[in-house]
C-alpha cells in the first residue's frame, strides 16, 4: 500500500454499500474529516455489480482476520450477512479458445451477433461488457431516491434510462400492463368499456384519503377490486402489476402502492421507474465520489482487523493492517461488523437468479428495459424480474440479462425452477420437442443462483455509543429504507446538521480567488487566439484541399 | 452522457452555430498535476501547493472551433487514486481522457500506461485519449524522454504533448487538440459508445403525474 492513512479522523466508515456510502457523502458534505474504507478491492459491498468472469468469485463473507488473537480488537466480519447457496450454470459448450480476445470481437460485433453459436468462451471473451448487479434496484421516477439525487445534486455523476415496459404473466402468456394513458386507450389487451373502468378505478386510488377505504380496514385489496365489479383481466393487471401485490395485500397497502406508482408516471419515460445505466453498483460509487469530492479519504482493499475499544469498554477507532486508527465516530456496514454487534439479527434472505438469455422474452422492434411482475404461482412467492439488453450499459449487444428476486422459501434454484422453466428453454435442441410457443422463449446461455441476505428490519441499533452499524439491502424495489436508515443514522451522529443539502453546480466554484481576474483574461483571451489560428488554419487547408 | 447538441444564441439574436458538450476526466497518478492542469487550463491559475478542489464536481470550459462551441464537463479524481481506490463510476460515459504523468518521475509514465490499459478496456471504444506529460518547466530533472513517450503515444494512438500548469505551456493546445480530434455530430453517442442514458436534472419534471394517467 502507498504509505500510510492519516491516523486521525471525525468519522470512519467501513464498507462501501449504499448505506454507508450515503452516510459517508453525507458526512463530508457537512465537513467532516472521514475515512471511508473497504476490505474489498471494489466498492458497493452487497450492492455491486460484477463483469461476468468475476461474479462467479464471490463470496460475500468479509475473510475473518487470522491474527485476531494478537490484537486487542473486535474482528470486523460475522458469517450471518453473506452470500451463500451459490450456483453457476453453463447451458452452451466450451468453445473455442482461439481467436477470441477482445479486441476482435470489438472491432466487429455484428460478426458475433450473426454467429449465433455462443459459447461460454465467447460469453468470457465479452466478460467486461457485462454490469451484472447482487441486488438490481429500480427508482421511482418521483420517489424518495430520485429527489434526494436531484436536490443534493449527485444526479450529476449518474445516468439512468426508464424502464419501458411492464409486463405480467396472464393466461399462459407475457403481456404489456397498460400503465399510463396512452398506453391504455392504445392497448389491445383490455376492451374499451374495460378501458374506462381501469381508468376510474386509478382514479379513485389517487385521490383517497383513508377515510375513503374505511370499511376495508381490515380486508384485502383483492377483496376491494372485486367489489368496483372489474373483470379478472383488470383485477390481474391492478393487484400484480401495478401495486406489485398478492391476493393478500391489505386494501391500505395496495392503495399505497397504486398511488406510488400513479405518482411517479410521466416524468421521465413511459413507465414510473428509471435504472442506473452500468448497473446499480453505480449508485453506491456515486455518493462515494461525492464524498470524495468534499474532502473524504477513499481506501479500497484495506486489510481491516477489527474496532478498538477504550479500558472502559468505549468506541476509541480500527486496527487497519498494524495501524491504528482514531476517530470520535464510526459507522459500520452490517456485513462487515463484528458478531458482537449484531449477533441479534436475523436476516431474511432474498432468492437471486441471474441468466444470459439469447433474446428478449418479449420479441419486439425495439430493445426494452422491461419489468415483469410474475404473479404468485403454485404457492410460490411471486416474482420480480428484470429483463435489460445493451442500451443499459450491463450486458453486450445481442444479448439479454435476466434478473429474478424472490423471497426466500427453500434455496433460490427451487424457488425460481417453476419459472425459470415457464421462460426460458435450455438447450437450443429442444425447441422443436414440445412445438408451439415454445420456438419462441429465449434460450438460457448462462444462469447464476445464490441467496443474499435483506435486513428489512429497522430496529437493530444496539445501544453502542458512538458505534452506528446500518443496514445491509433489503427487498424494497427502490432504495427508500436506505435512505431512511442512512438519514436516521447521521441525524443521530449530527442532529444539528443538514442532511445532504445541494452540492455547489460547477460555475458557482470559486477557487482561491486571492490572484485577481486579470491572468483569467489573459488565458481566455489566449485561448480564443489559439481558436482563431486553428480555424484559419482549417480554412486554409482546406482551400488547398479544393484547389487540388 | 449524450453529446449534447443544440443551437445557441448570442445576444443579438445571431445563431452561433452547434454546442457539442463532452465530459472529459483527468487520470494518472497523485501529485502529477491533474488539478493544476484543469484549474490553469478553466481559471488560468497556478497554485504552487494546490489542495485538492473540494466541493468541485467537474469544472466547466468552452472553447470554439469552426461553428461548434465545444464545452468540457472536466472531472478531477478528487483524490480517489490516492490509495488505489478510483471508482469505475468515473470514468463511464467519457468522451475524452487526459492521462497524465510527470516527466521527472519514470513510475507515473508507467502507471499512465496502466490507465490507457485500462481505459482502452473500460470506456467508451471510441474514447479520445492524450497523454500529457507534466511539469515540462522542470525539463533539467527530466526521467522521461520526450521521445519514448511520444512513440508510446504513437503506437496506441494518443495525442500527445508535454505541458507545463506552472508556466501554461501546451495546457490550452492539449484541450484544443481534443476538441478538434471529438466527434461533432449526434452519433457520437451512439449505442456501444459510452453512455446515451438520461440525466436527471430539477426543472425536467414533464406533466404532472396524475394529468398523465387519469384525466
Not at chain 2, 473540494?54 to 472551433?65: H, R
Amino acid at each position: 500500500m502507498e504509505g500510510e492513512l492519516p491516523s486521525e479522523f471525525d468519522l470512519i466508515v467501513i464498507g462501501t454499500g449504499l448505506t454507508e456510502s450515503i452516510i459517508a457523502a453525507a458526512a463530508s458534505r457537512i465537513g467532516k474529516n472521514v475515512l471511508h474504507a473497504d476490505s474489498n478491492s471494489y466498492y458497493g459491498g452487497l450492492w455491486a455489480s460484477f463483469t461476468l468472469d468475476s461474479i462467479s468469485k464471490i463470496s460475500g463473507s468479509t475473510p475473518q482476520s487470522e491474527s485476531d488473537a494478537t490484537k486487542e480488537c473486535l474482528t470486523f466480519g460475522n458469517n450471518n450477512f453473506s452470500i451463500t447457496n451459490i450456483k453457476e450454470e453453463w447451458h452452451v459448450s466450451e468453445g473455442n479458445i482461439e481467436k477470441l480476445n477482445e479486441c476482435t470481437i470489438e472491432d466487429d460485433p455484428q460478426q458475433i451477433i450473426e454467429n449465433e453459436n455462443w459459447t461460454k468462451n465467447k460469453l468470457l471473451a465479452l466478460s467486461r461488457k457485462f454490469n451484472i448487479d447482487l441486488l438490481p434496484k429500480l427508482h421511482f421516477a418521483r420517489g424518495e431516491f430520485v429527489e434526494l439525487l436531484i436536490s443534493s445534486n449527485i444526479a450529476r455523476y449518474s445516468e439512468f434510462r426508464s424502464v419501458s415496459r411492464v409486463l405480467t404473466w396472464l393466461n399462459n402468456k407475457l403481456e404489456v400492463v397498460p400503465c399510463s394513458r396512452s398506453d391504455v386507450f392504445s392497448s389491445n389487451n383490455v376492451t374499451v368499456v374495460e378501458k374506462r373502468m381501469l381508468m376510474k378505478l386509478l382514479n379513485v386510488c389517487l385521490d383517497s384519503t383513508d377515510q375513503d377505504f374505511a370499511e376495508y380496514e381490515n380486508k384485502t385489496f383483492h377483496a376491494f377490486l372485486k367489489d368496483q365489479k372489474l373483470t379478472a383481466n383488470l383485477i390481474h393487471y391492478i393487484l400484480y402489476a401495478i401495486a406489485m401485490g398478492t391476493e393478500k395485500t391489505s386494501c391500505r397497502d395496495g392503495v399505497e402502492r397504486i398511488k406510488r406508482f400513479l405518482n411517479s408516471l410521466g416524468r421521465y419515460g413511459k413507465t414510473p421507474f428509471l435504472y442506473s445505466m452500468y448497473g446499480s453498483g453505480e449508485i453506491p460509487q456515486a455518493f462515494c465520489r461525492l464524498s470524495a469530492v468534499f474532502g473524504a479519504t477513499y481506501a479500497l482493499s484495506q486489510s481491516l482487523q477489527g474496532v478498538v475499544m477504550d479500558d472502559k469498554n468505549n468506541y476509541k477507532g480500527i486496527m487497519c493492517g498494524n495501524q491504528q486508527i482514531n476517530s470520535s465516530k464510526i459507522v459500520i456496514g452490517l456485513d462487515k461488523a463484528p458478531k458482537a454487534f449484531v449477533d441479534h439479527i436475523k436476516p431474511l434472505r432474498l432468492s437471486r437468479g441471474i441468466f444470459i438469455t439469447d433474446r428478449s422474452l418479449l420479441e419486439s422492434e425495439k430493445e426494452h428495459l422491461s419489468l415483469l411482475l410474475f404473479p404468485p404461482m403454485n404457492d410460490k412467492n411471486p416474482v420480480t424480474i428484470l429483463e435489460m439488453g445493451s442500451l443499459t450499459g450491463t450486458c453486450p449487444k445481442g444479448l439479454y440479462l435476466v434478473h429474478m428476486m424472490t423471497d426466500q422459501s427453500n434455496n433460490p434454484y427451487d424457488d425460481l425452477k417453476y419459472y425459470v422453466d415457464t421462460l426460458f428453454t435450455k438447450s437450443a435442441e429442444n425447441v422443436n420437442i414440445e412445438g408451439g410457443d415454445v420456438e419462441n422463449r429465449p434460450q438460457l446461455l448462462w444462469s447464476f443462483y445464490f441467496s443474499v441476505p435483506v435486513s428489512n428490519d429497522f430496529n437493530f441499533q444496539k445501544d453502542l455509543p458512538n458505534i452506528f452499524v446500518c443496514s445491509g439491502p433489503d427487498s424494497d424495489l427502490d432504495y427508500d429504507p436506505s435512505i431512511k436508515i442512512a438519514k436516521g443514522i447521521f441525524e443521530k451522529m449530527y442532529p444539528d446538521s443538514e442532511f445532504l443539502p445541494r452540492a455547489p453546480d460547477p460555475e458557482e466554484i470559486v477557487i482561491e480567488g486571492d490572484e485577481s481576474n486579470e491572468n483569467e483574461e489573459i488565458l481566455q483571451k489566449d485561448l480564443d487566439e489559439k481558436c482563431k489560428q486553428q480555424n484559419k488554419q482549417n480554412e486554409i487547408t482546406e482551400a488547398e484541399n479544393n484547389e487540388a | 452522457m449524450a453529446n449534447r447538441t443544440g443551437t445557441a444564441q448570442r445576444p443579438n439574436g445571431q445563431t452561433q452555430g452547434k454546442i457539442c458538450q463532452f465530459k472529459l476526466v483527468l487520470l494518472g497518478e497523485s501529485a502529477v498535476g491533474k488539478s493544476s492542469l484543469v484549474l490553469r487550463f478553466v481559471k488560468g491559475q497556478f497554485h504552487e501547493y494546490q489542495e485538492s478542489t473540494i466541493g468541485a464536481a467537474f469544472l466547466t470550459q468552452t472553447v470554439c472551433l469552426d461553428d461548434t462551441t465545444v464545452k468540457f464537463e472536466i472531472w478531477d479524481t478528487a483524490g480517489q487514486e490516492r490509495y488505489h481506490s478510483l471508482a469505475p463510476m468515473y470514468y463511464r460515459g467519457a468522451q475524452a481522457a487526459i492521462v497524465v504523468y510527470d516527466i521527472t518521475n519514470q513510475d507515473t509514465f508507467g502507471r499512465a500506461k496502466t490507465w490507457v490499459k485500462e481505459l482502452q478496456r473500460q470506456a467508451s471504444p471510441n474514447i479520445v485519449i492524450a497523454l500529457a506529460g507534466n511539469k515540462q518547466d522542470l525539463a533539467n530533472k527530466r526521467m522521461v524522454e520526450f521521445e519514448e513517450a511520444h512513440a508510446y503515444a504513437d503506437e496506441h494512438g494518443l495525442l500527445f504533448m508535454e505541458t507545463s500548469a506552472k508556466t501554461a505551456m501546451n495546457v490550452n493546445d492539449i484541450f484544443l487538440a481534443i476538441a478538434k480530434k471529438l466527434p461533432k455530430n449526434e452519433q457520437a453517442g451512439a449505442p456501444g459508445g459510452g453512455g446515451q442514458g438520461r440525466r436527471l436534472v430539477d426543472g425536467d419534471t414533464g406533466p404532472k403525474a396524475a394529468g398523465n394517467c387519469c384525466k
